[in-house]
């Protein structure tokens, strides 16, 4: 989460989440411009000016993926409070890893979910957050 769509505040975020070797595919806006220049390559696509693809260069994987986000939310779950976000995040990033389109059947993916909780208890309350 962040305060604003600066690049005060997306800067740090982007740092954080994306290898400075990384082709970064954004639109016009200021607080991607002002950053684009940190990582290897920056395509930009200008929205306002009707543009959504240049070559290979597009946002929209990000904008899909969103989509499915949003849809998921209003759908399924219908509330998330900002504390939980990266949970469901976290639910939506495995299920866009690890879809048909990409090859994975139903079994792959319950392998694959499986794998990920061996040796993990799952627990609501983390001790060192403290009460909720």
Known sequence: ???DLTKRDIGPVLRKNIA???RLMTDEANHYT???WEFAQHDIVNHKA?????GDAHTNT??????????GMKGIYQH??????HRYLAEFDFRYNNR????????????????????????YRDSSAGPL
């Open 50 to 54: 009707k543009e959504y693809v240049r």
């Open 100 to 123: 048909v389109a990409l090859g994975v059947n139903d079994r792959a993916r319950a392998t694959t979910a499986l794998r990920g909780i061996a040796g993990k208890r799952l627990t």
């Open 80 to 85: 998330c409070s900002e504390r939980h976000l």
């Open 62 to 71: 990000a904008e899909g993926y969103f989509g499915l986000f949003k849809r």
């Open 1 to 3: 989460m962040v305060a």
């Open 20 to 22: 400075k070797e990384a």
């Open 34 to 36: 002002a950053l684009g």
